[in-house]
Nanobody
């Protein structure tokens, strides 16, 4: 079992920045993808940014060059730095851990970009 707890969401103006954090605990055996996804109202959950065990980092097309995923293995933390935020970035952001058999999700944190 993997437990994921997100924090850091909130209201931010367009063009602003926000950093999300995810505290990771539990057994990481078999986990090969760690990262962030988001879901806006009425839309499907989509990829934001992930680390793959192979060493690859993937970003969604709409966030490339604006968002940065990072991790601190010593603290079991995952981060998402978001810059130049747009109203269309408004969504619930989820931390995720995926194995070949199971997907683990956090409870989500709301990010609202509005003036």
């Amino acid at each position: 079992q993997v437990q994921l707890v997100e924090s850091g969401g909130g209201l931010v103006q367009p063009g602003g920045s926000l950093t999300l954090s995810c505290a990771v605990s539990g057994s990481m055996y078999g986990i090969n993808i760690m990262g962030w996804y988001r879901q806006a109202p009425g839309k499907q959950r989509e990829l934001v940014a992930t680390f793959v065990n192979s060493g690859t980092t993937n970003y969604g097309d709409t966030v490339k060059a604006r968002f940065t995923i990072s991790r601190d293995s010593t603290k079991s933390m995952l981060y998402l730095q978001m810059h130049y935020l747009k109203p269309e970035d408004t969504a619930v952001y989820f931390c995720a851990a995926k194995s070949a058999r199971t997907n683990y999700w956090g409870q989500g944190t709301q990010v609202t970009v509005s003036s």
